[in-house]
């Protein structure tokens, strides 16, 4: 207030939790709602990576149980350094260009299991072959896993887009959120006619 920033205030962006709810209604009973952009009713805007972070978790958690084979491949062969070793010199003997490594998704990130499931895609024969090379890995995916989990990354490419437009921190995001809000929504849309049940049920989720 001493440099009257709360006159200049146009938006305040936050997070969905309920705390921040809370502090919103404390920080509005302090300021004049007159000098706000529609008299405050625009203040609290919540935050759109928040959001779309949300949207893509309940979408993956419709989907998960058709990916969860690849993923226990991809901890079976991350799990230890001589597990690595194997999984790389096979990729090698394979001739396939080993350059992205394998790695773990983190639950709470959603985008982490999109980097997880397109790494994982690329060495699709690697872990067929060393299933007949090591009798203790049995989670070997099937055909038609792998073919349901390519279906549901190209779908989460346009949202692993966005959110790094989004993401930004060198520059303002505001004018960059509405047209890429709408390309979500009519991809959402057209999801929704796909003739895949499982495909259909996550766009029905996220909407």
Partial sequence: MDWNIDTKLSTITLDNCSTNDAVMEKIKEKLHLSTLLRDGSLLHMRCCAHILNLIVKDGLEVVKDGMEKIRDSVAYWTAT???KEKFEKTAKQLRISCTKTLSLDCPTRWNSTYKMLDIAILYEDVFSHLRLRD??????????QWKFTKDVCERLVLFNKITEIISGTKYPNANMFFPEICKIKLAISDWINSSNLSIKEMANKML
């Fill in 81 to 83: 350094p001589k597990r």
């Fill in 135 to 144: 009798t203790r890995y049995t989670c070997v995916p099937t055909s038609s």
